[in-house]
């Protein structure tokens, strides 16, 4: 559910991905990302594992993939591409938890920072990791707001779906039309 003043702040729903990126990105701050990852939490380091997926590889625990190459590199997947990261944790709920967390930093443009290479950009295994248990451990410490955020993620990625739906009918309504005036 998405809340009412949300409707009236955004004027049409091309300004929700920077809504949504300003939103997540607010709360974090990674001014300290290098010092707090050499003090890594333990149960963040148990929380997931990431590995570079290759094909044919199987995976048995609750799992989801990281784009790792182009400008979309840190967007969270529930299907391989050749060029991903496997996302491996012990249970559905953390899961769920780590794919949306990795989906706000993705909204958030978290991962550009890290990006390299000059014609085809990448992110490092590394840097995915270190952004994630850092972020993980923040939000573990802001659980009931990360909780909420989480929701408003999925109401609006529900939304994104729908309105993607309703365009791609009206494209069609379109041609349908042009066609009939064609056949004439």
């Not at 609006?156 to 066609?179: C, G, H, P, S, Y």
Request: proline content about 4%.
């Amino acid at each position: 559910m998405i809340p009412r003043f949300v409707y009236q702040v955004l004027p049409c729903f091309l300004t929700v991905p920077n809504l949504l990126g300003a939103f997540f990105f607010s709360l974090f701050s990674f001014k300290n990302m290098w010092a707090a990852g050499a003090k890594l939490n333990a149960l963040a380091m148990q929380t997931f594992k990431i590995k570079t997926y290759r094909d044919g590889m199987k995976a048995e625990k609750p799992h989801f993939y990281i784009l790792s190459k182009g400008n979309n590199a840190g967007k969270p997947l529930e299907n391989p591409c050749p060029n991903c990261f496997l996302v491996t944790t012990p249970c559905e709920n953390s899961k769920e938890q780590i794919f949306w967390l990795a989906y706000g930093l993705w909204q958030g443009k978290c991962f550009h920072e890290y990006l390299s290479g000059s014609v085809i950009t990448f992110i490092r295994i590394k840097h995915v990791k270190n952004l994630l248990e850092t972020s993980l451990r923040k939000a573990q410490s802001r659980e009931d707001k990360f909780t909420k955020s989480i929701a408003m993620l999925k109401g609006f990625e529900e939304n994104t779906k729908i309105l993607k739906l309703q365009l791609d009918l009206m494209e069609r309504v379109k041609r349908a039309v042009v066609w009939e005036v064609l056949r004439e």
